[in-house]
């Protein structure tokens, strides 16, 4: 019986995917139009630019601001998370944390 038990939780879990957050989505559809008019370099272009001059840095990921047009860059140094901020018109670093 528990064995029919777990295999049922597994199933339910699996069935259904999970509910995608629709402000996720806005920004992602916001970012996209963005990249698209012209108004922020594409992202594999900032990576390009940025990624190099953190040297020994775990890159973990982007994200877009539209709005302003500012990317942030996240990466790991010895357990401490750096932001890195970067005009998206540009490809210039105009601020960094951490």
């Known amino acids: 019986m528990l064995m029919f038990a777990l295999l049922a939780l ?5 069935a259904f995917p999970p509910a995608v957050d629709p402000h996720f989505q806005r920004d992602q559809q916001r970012a ?6 012209g108004r922020v ?3 594999p ?6 990624v190099p001059t953190m040297r020994g ?7 877009l601001d ?5 990317y942030t860059l996240k990466f790991l140094r010895n357990g401490n998370v750096i ?6 018109r540009s490809g210039q670093i105009i601020g960094r944390t951490g």
């Not at 996209?32 to 008019?37: D, I």
């Not at 272009?45 to 940025?50: D, F, L």
């Open 10 to 14: 597994t199933m339910s879990q699996t």
């Open 57 to 63: 840095a775990q890159y973990l990921g982007p994200e």
């Open 32 to 37: 996209w139009e963005a990249r698209r008019e």
């Open 45 to 50: 272009e900032i990576e390009r630019r940025v």
């Open 83 to 88: 932001w890195v901020r970067v005009d998206g």
């Open 41 to 43: 370099l594409p992202l």
């Open 66 to 70: 539209p709005d302003s047009g500012i």
